[in-house]
């Protein structure tokens, strides 16, 4: 599903490193990590009244992410966060809004790999969009199983979210091919493992099963849905699930900040049922709580 231009977002103010910008200003150095190789962190946050969703969890994990990437120069998440609100608060933003919240290792004395070359501090990027969300959540998606394998902790580890994304670009370009709205990606041996931008779970005989953090990506809202499962009286398990097991399943959705909850309707041509009851518990369990784990200024 691709996304039409929303002509609120044609005026945006964009932070970038130290101020604010208009977009068609907001610009990084061809010397920025993240031009140079992708070397960048980030964060995907969602906007509800005012509230930026499970913001101290998703600041947490930018945190982990720019310390297992040896980032020096990390700005606290107090400062973040007023550099977020600011630039929220600059726009006028309340709701219906998602940011990509960006921390490179900053810019480069001169072209190169070796983050000793860094020498001016990283720069944090604020980009907020009015952005539904992406996926249609009543009628659901439909998925084609990518050949391009999801990374394992042998090659680049799924619990940093860092910004290069190629083999989830390639993955998605591959489903584009195919006519379907995402790629599911595998791990090395063949699992389920996320989609190319969301988690997955699937519903077999009233339990729900999720992939192992493993070669995925430890998702906020995976996290959440698993918690709510439990407060639901819902066992969750995370499980090695083959592609047979998702074709017969009872139900399969994906999670994501930019898609919150959404039922995938077809796998490689199969149709799958949309389990409602499970799904639908844990839809208004969500929906309950996006107050509660809201973070204000």
Known sequence: MLQKFDERNKDLMVYVKDGLYHRDEAKVSVFDSVVQG???VW???????GGIFCLDRHLERLQHSAKAMAFTD??????????IFETLKANDMTNDVHIRLTLTRGE??????DPRLNSMGSCLIVLPEYKPPVYDNDHGITVFTSSIRRNSPMHVDSKIHHTNLINN???KIQSNVAGKDAALMLDAYGFASELNGTNIFMV??????????????????RGLVMELAGDIGVRCYEKNLSLT???NADGVFCTGTM???????????????????????????????????????
Not at 108 to 113: A, E, L, N, R, Y
Not at 267 to 289: M, P, Y
């Open 245 to 247: 097991e998702l074709y």
């Open 204 to 221: 077999s005989k009233g339990i729900l099963y999720t992939p192992f953090a493993d070669a995925c990506l430890h998702g906020i809202t």
């Open 259 to 297: 898609g919150e909850l959404t039922p995938i309707v077809e796998i490689d041509g199969r149709s799958i049922t949309v389990e409602k009851d499970i799904f639908n518990q844990l839809l208004k369990a969500f929906e309950g709580v996006k107050d509660q784990y809201c973070v204000y200024e």
């Open 108 to 113: 480069k004395i001169t072209s190169g790999m």
């Open 74 to 83: 990390v700005p606290e998440n107090d400062w973040i966060k007023a550099k």
């Open 38 to 40: 992708g070397d960048a």
């Open 169 to 171: 670009i390639l993955a």
């Open 43 to 49: 964060e995907g946050l969602r906007v509800y009244n």
